[in-house]
């Protein structure tokens, strides 16, 4: 397949030719009464004929310029880089058939669920907000919720509730999340904060449930271990360290214990057992005791489902 493009900004403008072909390969060629050159890319098309959405975070340019300073090619400045987007018919955010996707995703302590969010956010490209780095943001940044949070935590108190969902709900209304759609990771905990977000007008399309065995947490959460030096988290049976001199100084966090974890668990089913009476008809619960690519590979099928029912229904109402 070879797709040429043109795109003429104004006659002060030297032509742009863009040609796509099925070899994962650009070629763009320029011509004026005083100069040419030509610009090739490497990018990330797809080999077949079939249409593809790609999110900008998932391409890489490389641009290769072959032409003299006066050339309109030699750096690649707003100007150019738009008029390459126009050509290819790139948004700054990514082309979509509807409204972007809104997820909430839940998992206990150990449930892999940092690990999914980071897939989910960089196939979707949505915006990950997690409270607790939220809250960690809001405090460092000074904000008028992070100095309340603040004066909660120096007392040893929890912060409470309507502080929280506030930080949040300003996150959610940020141009990015409202563009890009958004990822709530292990927020709401309690139908109280549930309600409140509602309430603000935030209600999912699908409400992710990672569920794992009771024994399987304990042992992910027990055998884990940190190296003080480097930062860096290992489990003793999952990914050991790489030499005895690692090993002997690692640390064990104080409450990775299987005691503090099953109470920790008995506090996370709870808290899920409330949100998920608001959330009932949109929860997906997925598998979380297999291989990190086999949940992932249940999720992005609930959600691949989810945006194709979109779809139709749009493409019914059009009808």
Aim: proline share 5%; hydrophobic share 35%.
């Amino acid at each position: 397949m070879t797709v040429n493009m043109v795109a003429v900004a104004s006659m002060a403008t030297p032509s742009v030719t863009v040609a796509v072909t099925n070899s994962k390969a650009l070629t763009l060629s320029s011509s004026s009464s005083s100069s040419s050159s030509s610009l090739s890319l490497t990018s990330c098309f797809p080999s077949s004929n079939s249409t593809r959405r790609l999110h900008p975070s998932s391409c890489s340019l490389t641009l290769r310029c072959g032409a003299s300073s006066s050339s309109p090619f030699t750096s690649p400045n707003s100007n150019s880089t738009s008029l390459i987007a126009a050509a290819l018919g790139i948004d700054s955010q990514p082309e979509r058939d509807s409204e972007p996707l809104q997820v909430m995703i839940s998992g206990a302590p150990a449930s892999g669920k940092g690990t999914q969010c980071e897939l989910i956010k960089h196939k979707y490209g949505l915006v990950h907000v997690a409270a607790g780095d939220l809250l960690r943001a809001e405090i460092a940044t000074g904000s008028d919720n992070g100095k309340l949070a603040k004066q909660y935590m120096e007392k040893g108190q929890l912060v409470p509730d309507h502080i929280v969902v506030m930080m949040v709900k300003d996150r959610l209304l940020k141009p990015d999340a409202k563009d890009n759609g958004w990822l709530l990771d292990g927020y709401p905990r309690s139908l109280s904060q549930a309600t409140a977000l509602k309430e603000f007008g935030f209600q999912p399309d699908i409400f992710v449930l990672l569920e794992v065995s009771e024994d399987i947490l304990v042992e992910r959460v027990v055998g884990r271990r940190l190296d003080p030096v480097t930062g860096k988290i290992y489990h003793l049976k999952y990914s050991p360290p790489e030499t005895e001199e690692i090993a002997a100084r690692l640390t064990q966090r104080f409450d990775d214990t299987e005691e503090k974890v099953k109470l920790r668990l008995n506090t996370h089913h709870q808290n899920v057992e409330a949100v998920l009476s608001m959330y009932k008809d949109i929860t997906v619960k997925i598998n979380g005791n297999v291989s990190k690519e086999e949940v992932f590979a249940q999720i992005d099928s609930a959600l691949t489902s989810l945006l194709e029912q979109r779809k139709a229904a749009s493409g019914s109402l059009a009808a």
